[in-house]
């Protein structure tokens, strides 16, 4: 079964090597000094490769013909069911908060925007004041309320340590962008998993705002 099992590990790992070289700073860079009439399409054409290169360690997944470890039955089923409609529903809540033509790249494409730079200016929706990344809560509760085989276990372990570590990445490039100010929210607020003593209160939240204007 270990054996089995490697392709999918491989294809995670190589899917989170692409992921994170392509997001990185570096990248950017080195596109922006070699082909910079390729930079306002670069935000949507890493999330268009960041999508389809998701299709093999999911297909390889979801062909899994092992035995189930455990599946969630009875008063637990509709337990995870309800987390995972709530999780659903708060994402496609939270889009109205975000800038989803900068998050998918049109804005820089129809702008002919060739910065290495995010062009979001600091922003906290309500999600905000209880954690970081209120995306990677989401797919995290989605992802631990399913049924599970091998298959299963071994991609939300991989998925749940990438979110942590990527997190970490992701929040140096805030640092960079946003300095001092990132640094006391990130203080303030869990970045994960939220922690019901632990949050931003709306006077915090709106002094931090008014510090980006």
Known sequence: MTTSLLPLALSWLAYFCIHSLLASIASKQFIAERWPGGMPAYRLAFNLLAVLLLFVPLGLTFSWSGPWLWQWEGIWLWLSTLLSLLAIAGFLWSLKYYDMDEFLG????????????????????????????????????????????????????????????????????????????????????????????????????????????
């Open 106 to 213: 049109l804005r820089q494409l129809s702008g002919r925007v060739a910065s290495v730079d995010d062009q979001e200016h600091f922003h906290l929706s309500p999600l905000h004041r209880w954690v970081r990344h209120p995306w990677y809560f989401f797919a995290l509760l989605l992802i631990w309320t399913r049924d599970m085989h091998a298959a299963m276990l071994l991609s939300a372990v991989m998925m749940t340590l990438y979110f942590f570590i990527g997190s970490q990445f992701e929040e140096r490039k805030l640092i960079r962008y946003h300095g001092e100010q990132y640094r006391r929210y990130r203080e303030l607020v869990p970045g994960l998993i939220p922690l019901p003593w632990k949050y931003l209160r709306k006077e915090q939240m709106q002094k931090l705002l008014e510090e980006s204007e």
